[in-house]
Structure formats: structure tokens, C-alpha cells
């Protein structure tokens, strides 16, 4: 399975949740065959909570990660 | 020791205790009270606003039953006035700037605390935004009060003749129905897998706990932004100090108050001078910014991050002016009528909240619009 990550650390909020809902609906249809996951890597804690619940509420999975520096959001086909 | 510094020392630590202990909090919950309002359009989510409609109501009670006990002799707060138009502009700006910014005038302190380039950035937005209010201070002063409506009354209760205690109680029933049903329905619930998680509930609490300690202790609500307007005006001093020292607006010492538990008469303006509005102030920004930072290092996630947007660093740049600017036209900021003159039923801050929800909304669509980068300008992306 391809993984595509985005780095969106630092960035002003609420950039990781506008990426990741805007990637997620470039990404569906791969999501959804399960040939792509999505990471998205983030500092802003907020979005822990954010990314996985909307991502749920589209009718993906998620495994949050604690990396490093930071959080791993991926996002992939349930 | 004379009286008068007793009183500052007792502001001072007073302030600083509570201002870790709300940069603490709000990182630890990530209480973004701009979020709160920019989600609410940009995503249509209204769970953060229930913890703040929470905050409210415990904050009201908390302040009637304070008053009702005679700690809080200078009710209505110094500081809040009679509605005018100006409270609604003032507001409106002041929503646009915090979308911006990505955090309003406390969301930038905790956020910083935690290693925030953008937040630093904004930070001196505020200050410079603060001081330049000074050039538009005779315009704007004169537009306040050729609008001002109810002179001579703050609260609702005043307008209305009566007793704040009826009123109080009306508006924290009603608002605690809701937060009942919220409670039931299990919508003050976060999951999040972030370390040292505070849900958004228990923050709501605490920070209301917090704003009570400082109308009894400090005889003042949580406020911030006379602070930002003093930086402002101690770097402005530098290069140009008889502009400075001639303006009205830092020659204007609206503060005056008796302090509740020392008896002494207290003062303080923006200028850039050491005051009674900075012995509270200044502390209370450093503790927030402290509280935060502790939070932060404690569990690993203090880093300064490299390689931002240069749109977003302009973003929060022109955020943090307009929320300086906005702050001393309302006057004040979103902290001040939200925490302090909602709960006490303010109607100044009724209006200020009026512009705050257009203001909040113009400011989702710049930031969609003009702020957020295309996919090419993002940070790397590995497949």
C-alpha cells in the first residue's frame, strides 16, 4: 500500500485539518480500494482529536502515532 | 514596605500564579477561544463552543454568589462601559484578526509558551497594532461616544433598573439547561490520543475558577491587552518620544479602583509606564506564557518549527495587528467580554460578541481564501 505523508508542522491553525479534509477528498477513491494510506505528520493537538474524528464521520480508519516531535495521523480505507 | 507596593507585590504574584495556571490549562486543552468561533463556519462544529457556553455559565454564578458575599466591592468591573457602536466594530475587527492570527490575544500567549513561531509573530502584531491605535485615538474616542447608547449604565440589570441577581439567574438557568442536555447527550466528551489530554469540560472549569480568583484577588476579570498596548508604546517611546508622550491615547489613565482586599487606590493607562495595569498585566502574560512552556516541555512537545508559509507568517502578522488595533477600539478583547463582562451580564460585551461571530466568519474565508497554501507550497510530501 503507497503511503502519502504531508508535513504540516507549525503551521498555522487550522491548517492540519484543512489539509487533511482537503487530501482526503483528493485521496477517496484510493482510500477506499485501500491502495493509499495518508499521514499526516502534526504538532497541533487539536487536530489529534479533529483529523481521526472527521475522518471517521467520512467513513475512514485512523491510527494516531506519538513520534519524536510530533504526531502521526494516518488516515486509510476501513 | 509602603501600602501601595504591598498592593503591586500581591497583584503581581497573584497574576503570575494565575496565569500559569491558565497557560497550563489551555495548552493542555488547547483552549482556543478563536478556534472555537472559526470552526463553527469553517467546519460547522460547535463542540469547543459548548465548553466555552460552560465556562460562562459557572462564571456567572460564580461572580453573582462572589458579589452577593461583598468580594467583589468595584461591580460592575472597572474597564467595561456603557454599549456603543464602537464595541460591535471594535468586535468585528477583532474577529477577523484572531482567524488570522491563528489564536486570539491568549491563544498567542500559550501558544507561543509552546514554541509557536506564528504565535511570536503575532505577539508583536499585537503590540504594534496596540500602539498605532494611538494615531486613530481623537477619531476614535469621539465615534464612541456620539454612539454611546444607555450612558451612564454596563450591565443589563442597570439598563433595565433592577437587581443583577434575577437576571443572572434567568440567563445561567437557561444556559445551564443546555449544558445539562449536552452533559446527557455525551458532547462534552473529547477523544483524542494527545499526551496529557484536559478535556475541553474540565478546562472550562478551571478557567473559570481562575477568572474568579482575579476579580477577587487582582478586583479585576482576566485581561491582557493594556499590556500588548504598553510594548507597543515602550518601543514607539524609543523613536519617537514626544509623539509618544503627546499622544491622548497613552496620556489617558482610564483605570482608577480601589483594590478590594488592601484598600488602596489604584491607577493604571497604557502608557508606557510601570502602573497598576502593569503590576496585573505583565505578570499574567509572563505566567501564561511560562504555564504553557512548563506544559509543553513536560511532555516533549516544545520545538520551534522551521519552514512556515511565508503567507501564513504575513497571516498572523496582519492578525496580530488587527487584534491590537481592534482591542483598544471594542475596547478590549474577546477574553475580557467573554470570561469577564458576559458572566455579569455587560452589554458592551454583547455587542463586542455581535462583531465577534461576522468578524469570526470574514476572517474563515481569508484564511481559505488568501492564507492557506496550494498543495504545490506545502511541506514534503513522500509517497
Not at chain 1, 32 to 49: G, I, P, Q, Y
Not at chain 1, 57 to 65: D, H, I, L, N, P
Amino acid at each position: 500500500m503507497n503511503t502519502i505523508e504531508f508535513d504540516i508542522r507549525g503551521q498555522i491553525c487550522p491548517s492540519s485539518l484543512l489539509t487533511a479534509l482537503r487530501e482526503i477528498n483528493i485521496h477517496q477513491e484510493a482510500l477506499r480500494d485501500r491502495v493509499v494510506r495518508l499521514r499526516f505528520l502534526t504538532d497541533n493537538r487539536d487536530c489529534v482529536a479533529t483529523i481521526p474524528e472527521s475522518a471517521r464521520t467520512m467513513g475512514y480508519a485512523s491510527e494516531v502515532r506519538r513520534e519524536q516531535d510530533c504526531y502521526a495521523i494516518e488516515v486509510f480505507g476501513d | 514596605m509602603d501600602a501601595l507596593t504591598q498592593t503591586y507585590l500581591l497583584l503581581a504574584v497573584g497574576s503570575l500564579l494565575l496565569g500559569l495556571a491558565a497557560g497550563a490549562v489551555m495548552h493542555r486543552s488547547d483552549y482556543c477561544l478563536a478556534g472555537m468561533f472559526r470552526d463553527l463556519f469553517l467546519f460547522r462544529r460547535v463542540d469547543k463552543l459548548r465548553s466555552l457556553v460552560l465556562l460562562v455559565v459557572v462564571s456567572m454564578l460564580l461572580f453573582e454568589c462572589a458579589r452577593l458575599f461583598g468580594l467583589l466591592p468595584n461591580y460592575p468591573f472597572p474597564l467595561f462601559y456603557a454599549p456603543s457602536a464602537a464595541n460591535v466594530a471594535g468586535g468585528l475587527l477583532f474577529g477577523v484578526g484572531m482567524v488570522l492570527a491563528g489564536g486570539c490575544v491568549v491563544g498567542t500567549l500559550y501558544k507561543m509558551g509552546a514554541g509557536s513561531i506564528l504565535s511570536a509573530i503575532a505577539f508583536a502584531g499585537l503590540a504594534v497594532g496596540s500602539a498605532a491605535y494611538a494615531e486613530i485615538f481623537p477619531f476614535w474616542s469621539a465615534f464612541g461616544k456620539r454612539t454611546t447608547f444607555f450612558a451612564g449604565s454596563v450591565t443589563l440589570p442597570q439598563i433595565l433598573g433592577v437587581a443583577p441577581t434575577v437576571p443572572i439567574l434567568v440567563c445561567a438557568a437557561a444556559g445551564g439547561a443546555l449544558v445539562l442536555r449536552w452533559q446527557r447527550q455525551g458532547k462534552f466528551r473529547r477523544t483524542s490520543a494527545v499526551a496529557g489530554d484536559l478535556q475541553p469540560w474540565r478546562a472550562a472549569l478551571l478557567l473559570a475558577l481562575i477568572g474568579l480568583l482575579s476579580a477577587v484577588i487582582v478586583g479585576l476579570p482576566l485581561g491582557i491587552t493594556s499590556s500588548y498596548a504598553k510594548i507597543g508604546g515602550w518601543i514607539e517611546r524609543l523613536f519617537l518620544p514626544a509623539h509618544v508622550d503627546q499622544s491622548g491615547f497613552f496620556q489617558a489613565v482610564p483605570l482608577h479602583y480601589r483594590h478590594p482586599l488592601t484598600g488602596v487606590d489604584l491607577a493604571g493607562g497604557s502608557a508606557p509606564r510601570f502602573d497598576a495595569l502593569a503590576a496585573i498585566q505583565f505578570p499574567l502574560l509572563v505566567g501564561i506564557v511560562a504555564g504553557s512552556a512548563v506544559s509543553a516541555l513536560l511532555l516533549g512537545e516544545w520545538h520551534v518549527r522551521r519552514g512556515i508559509p511565508a503567507r501564513q507568517l504575513v497571516s498572523a502578522l496582519i492578525g496580530g495587528i488587527f487584534m491590537g488595533l481592534a482591542s483598544r477600539m471594542a475596547p478590549t478583547c474577546n477574553l475580557w467580554h467573554l470570561l469577564g463582562g458576559i458572566p455579569i451580564l455587560a452589554a458592551s460585551s454583547f455587542l463586542f460578541l455581535a462583531g465577534l461571530l461576522p468578524g469570526a466568519w470574514l476572517g474563515g474565508r481569508l484564511l481559505t481564501s488568501f492564507v492557506m497554501p496550494p498543495r504545490a507550497e506545502e511541506g514534503p510530501r513522500r509517497p
